[in-house]
C-alpha cells in the first residue's frame, strides 16, 4: 500500500473549558483537554484497574467558536482528527515537544449542561416523531 493515513478518534470528557483565541490574521483557534479512560480487570490481583489519557485537542476556524461557546469542563464528546507535533524552546532553553489532536470534526455527546453524558428525559428524541409530522 502507498501513502499513509493519519486517523484519530476519541470519546471523552473535557478535562478544562476550551480556551479560544485568534491569530494574528483573525482566525479562530481553541484548545482543550480531553480525557480517555481504559477500565480493565487485573489477571492477578482480579482488581478492577483504571487508567486516564491525557489529550491535547486544537480545533480552528468556526468550528472552534462553536465549541468554546457552547462546551465546558466535563461535557462528552467524539473528536475526530489527526496528530501533529510540534516543538519549542521554553525559558530555560529547553527543547520541549507536544503531540496535539487537530480537530476536523467535534460532535457533542449527552445532554446540554449534563456534565454525565446522559441525555435529560425531556430532550427530543426521534421516538416522539409520529408519521403525521413529517413534512413530505
Known sequence: ???SLNKVMLIGRLGSDPELRYTQ???AVS???LATNDVWKDR???ERKE???WHKVVVWGKLA?????YLSKGRQVF????LDSRSWEDDQGQKRYVVEVIADRVVFLGGRG????AVPSDDFSTDDIVDDDIPF
Open 79 to 82: 473528536v475526530e482528527g489527526r
Open 1 to 3: 500500500m502507498s501513502g
Open 114 to 117: 449534563d456534565s454525565t453524558g
Open 25 to 27: 490574521s483573525g482566525t
Open 44 to 46: 492477578q490481583t482480579n
Open 51 to 53: 487508567k486516564t489519557v
Open 31 to 33: 484548545r482543550f483537554s
Open 65 to 69: 467558536e462553536t465549541i468554546s461557546e
